[in-house]
């Protein structure tokens, strides 16, 4: 992975070269990461004008790091009580000789771009942009084989739920036990607050659970993900628990199972992102869905749960091969409950047999 850490810094040393900054500062955790090989609490790297560096306050294996350094990287940890890595590399750069400095301004706070300023009152500032978060929106073979262990872990999680009781258990509950299964399984942890919403809760986006007990007759719908190496997945489901589902209930997850089918479709390199999420939304409007459907259709996953591409209505750009989103669409009625159905897939021209989906939980409208 050496190589690999090194060639993404090489690409990003170019991109700061190219707009006049002799160096650069990274500054948000999972771009550290990505070009480094962890993320140690509050560290940042340092793209030199002589040499790179990882700053830290404390050692790179610590228990707040993630993943392991680069060997190739030096990495200086700040003595004594620490101080702010940022400030410090600022520094640094001014010993180097270089009197421009690119940084992270979306990530970088008010407070730390003053004291940088303090220290290197003659650096030139420039703004670094998404230009990490851009690189990271395409994987590598290395990245997807991770998002696919992930997702086999939380499969695996969902189905072991599935055959236990759930009558008269809290979506709290259900949660946190769904949540001791991806680690039991082998998963860093939860990719995010896993969400299980029962009754009339159920297709909720992002909803938190509550002490609310799963009844005969309701939607339970579930959204989980786990994390492995630092990448992360996601897997939405739809049931029903207790006897056959009522017509009203069929209805409602055969339009969303459309929907999302459509979606997944529509995946293909070179396909606008508006499109993708057009294809799902199309379906849902043609029934009269309309008022109260999600913002999106789905996101980029990786290194953080919602990363680029965002599949949007307004959404500008298109698709690439190897780049891995979601699709998930939902309808909530309120009152009444909902349906949301999520995988997460990896773009694939169609001659490599087009998407991949890595969540393979069955999308049939079970009953629990």
Same mark, same amino acid.
């Given at each position: 992975?050496?190589?690999?850490?090194?060639?993404?810094?090489?690409?990003?040393?170019?991109?700061?070269?190219?707009?006049?900054?002799?160096?650069?500062?990274?500054?948000?955790?999972?771009?550290?990461?990505?070009?480094?090989?962890?993320?140690?609490?509050?560290?940042?790297?340092?793209?030199?004008?002589?040499?790179?560096?990882?700053?830290?306050?404390?050692?790179?294996?610590?228990?707040?790091?993630?993943?392991?350094?680069?060997?190739?990287?030096?990495?200086?940890?700040? !003595?004594?009580?620490?101080?702010?890595?940022?400030?410090?590399?600022?520094?640094?750069?001014?010993?180097?000789?270089?009197?421009?400095?690119?940084?992270?301004?979306?990530?970088?706070?008010?407070?730390?771009?003053?004291?940088?300023?303090?220290?290197? !009152?003659?650096?030139?500032?420039?703004?670094?942009?998404?230009?990490?978060?851009?690189?990271?929106?395409?994987?590598?073979?290395?990245?997807?084989?991770?998002?696919?262990?992930?997702?086999?872990?939380?499969?695996?999680?969902?189905?072991?739920?599935?055959?236990?009781?759930?009558?008269?258990?809290?979506?709290?509950?259900?949660?946190?036990?769904?949540?001791?299964?991806?680690?039991?399984?082998?998963?860093?942890?939860?990719?995010?607050?896993?969400?299980?919403?029962?009754?009339?809760?159920?297709?909720?986006?992002?909803?938190? !659970?509550?002490?609310?007990?799963?009844?005969?007759?309701?939607?339970?719908?579930?959204?989980?993900?786990?994390?492995?190496?630092?990448?992360?997945?996601?897997?939405?489901?739809?049931?029903?628990? +207790?006897?056959?589902?009522?017509?009203?209930?069929?209805?409602?997850?055969?339009?969303?199972?459309?929907?999302?089918?459509?979606?997944?479709?529509?995946?293909?390199?070179?396909?606008?992102?508006?499109?993708?999420?057009?294809?799902?939304?199309?379906?849902? +409007?043609?029934?009269?869905?309309?008022?109260?459907?999600?913002?999106?259709?789905?996101?980029?996953?990786?290194?953080?749960?919602?990363?680029? !591409?965002?599949?949007?209505?307004?959404?500008?750009?298109?698709?690439?091969?190897?780049?891995?989103?979601?699709?998930?669409?939902?309808?909530?009625?309120?009152?009444?409950?909902?349906?949301?159905?999520?995988?997460?897939?990896?773009?694939?021209?169609?001659?490599?047999?087009?998407?991949?989906?890595?969540?393979?939980?069955?999308?049939?409208?079970?009953?629990?």
């Amino acid at each position: 992975m050496s190589e690999v850490y090194a060639a993404r810094r090489a690409r990003l040393r170019e991109r700061c070269n190219a707009g006049g900054s002799a160096a650069a500062l990274v500054s948000r955790p999972a771009n550290v990461r990505y070009l480094a090989g962890t993320a140690p609490r509050d560290a940042v790297l340092l793209l030199g004008r002589t040499e790179d560096l990882l700053v830290c306050v404390g050692p790179p294996g610590d228990r707040h790091a993630q993943g392991r350094p680069d060997e190739a990287l030096r990495v200086q940890t700040l !003595p004594g009580s620490g101080g702010d890595p940022a400030v410090a590399a600022a520094g640094l750069v001014v010993t180097q000789g270089a009197d421009s400095l690119a940084v992270e301004e979306h990530h970088l706070t008010v407070a730390r771009h003053r004291a940088i300023r303090s220290v290197a !009152p003659r650096l030139r500032l420039a703004d670094l942009g998404g230009a990490v978060e851009q690189f990271r929106v395409v994987k590598d073979e290395e990245e997807i084989s991770c998002l696919r262990i992930g997702a086999e872990i939380a499969d695996q999680a969902l189905g072991e739920l599935l055959e236990s009781i759930l009558v008269g258990r809290t979506e709290r509950h259900l949660a946190l036990e769904l949540e001791r299964r991806l680690v039991d399984h082998g998963a860093d942890g939860p990719a995010f607050p896993t969400s299980v919403a029962t009754g009339p809760n159920a297709g909720r986006r992002c909803h938190r !659970p509550t002490d609310r007990r799963v009844e005969e007759g309701d939607f339970l719908s579930v959204c989980l993900g786990a994390t492995y190496r630092g990448y992360r997945c996601e897997i939405g489901r739809t049931f029903v628990i +207790g006897t056959s589902p009522a017509d009203w209930q069929i209805e409602l997850y055969d339009l969303v199972f459309a929907a999302q089918r459509a979606g997944r479709e529509s995946l293909a390199p070179g396909a606008a992102c508006r499109d993708v999420d057009r294809a799902a939304r199309q379906v849902l +409007g043609s029934a009269g869905y309309t008022e109260g459907l999600p913002a999106l259709t789905g996101h980029g996953v990786g290194l953080e749960i919602d990363e680029d !591409p965002q599949l949007s209505p307004a959404a500008m750009g298109k698709l690439d091969a190897c780049v891995p989103v979601t699709v998930e669409p939902g309808v909530h009625l309120p009152g009444r409950g909902g349906v949301r159905i999520d995988d997460t897939l990896v773009v694939r021209p169609e001659a490599d047999g087009g998407p991949e989906l890595l969540t393979i939980t069955t999308k049939e409208l079970l009953a629990l």
